[in-house]
């Protein structure tokens, strides 16, 4: 059974930092690549973060780029997102995705999610 | 980026009755090379992950009910609840996964009548 489980969120400052891990299990996890979206509450999905199966291509929204990073490690079946200069509009549920490919395309798993909110 | 859009915002269908979500993107996500629309389908319940229903515009995913059906091709798209069960209750969204940015559209709210 394919299960994705996030930790790492938190309550944090404007400005601040924090780095969410995704421990990936039910699957060969090297084999696919792996995303980030997230979910500011009451609203919609926004895709935050995308990683290739060896981690050599990474992408990124334009609303994180250079403030997030998204990495993974293999050896560990886990993913992870250093989320840094936190702002007020971060603040969601971050879910880990698993793409259905070696690929960036549809996400056929999900984790339950981990909540940062960015607060002062 | 593609921006999706999805109408209506919300609908209110009775049990066993046909409901229809629309999905438009701002450009085409049908690549020529294979044919293959790149638009998903996915139902999120109160509290819960998104979950997967449909995939390449009409493919649905292991385990969905077969009342879900997906349509549509280049920029239109459509997803069909046939007859409308009470745990169908939830927000679906499309999504594009032609291009990065990966986007998605904000969602339409089903409930019953």
């Known amino acids: 059974e394919v299960q994705l489980l996030e930790s790492g969120g938190d309550l944090v400052q404007p400005g601040g930092s924090l780095r969410l891990s995704c421990a990936a299990s039910?699957?060969?996890?090297?084999?696919?690549?792996m995303s980030w979206v997230r979910q500011a509450p009451g609203k919609g999905l926004e895709w935050v973060a995308g990683?290739?199966?060896?981690?050599?291509?990474?992408y990124y929204a334009d609303s994180v780029k250079g403030r997030f990073t998204i990495s993974r490690d293999n050896s560990k079946n886990t993913l992870f997102l250093e989320v840094n200069r936190l702002r007020a509009e971060d603040t969601a549920v971050y879910y880990c995705?698993?793409?259905?490919?070696?690929?960036?395309?549809?996400?056929?798993?999900w984790g339950q999610g981990t909540l940062v909110t960015v607060s002062s | 980026d593609i921006v999706m859009t999805q109408s209506p915002d919300a609908l209110a269908v009775s049990l066993g009755e046909r409901a229809t979500i629309n999905c438009k993107s701002s450009?085409?996500?049908?690549?020529?090379?294979?044919?293959?629309?790149?638009l998903a389908w996915y139902q999120q319940k109160p509290g819960q992950p998104p979950k997967l229903l449909i995939y390449?515009?009409?493919t649905r995913e292991s385990g969905v009910p077969d009342r879900f059906s997906g349509s549509g091709s280049g920029t239109e798209f459509t997803l069909t609840i046939s007859s409308l069960q009470a745990e169908d209750v939830a927000v679906y969204y499309c999504?594009?996964?032609?291009?990065?940015?990966?986007?998605f559209g904000p969602g339409t709210k089903v409930d019953i009548k």
């Open positions: 390449w515009a009409s």
């Open positions: 990683i290739s199966i060896r981690g050599r291509s990474t």
């Open positions: 995705a698993k793409s259905s490919a070696a690929m960036i395309v549809y996400h056929d798993y």
């Open positions: 999504h594009q996964y032609y291009r990065i940015p990966l986007t």
């Open positions: 039910g699957f060969t996890f090297g084999n696919y690549d």
């Open positions: 450009q085409s996500v049908l690549y020529s090379s294979n044919n293959k629309n790149y």
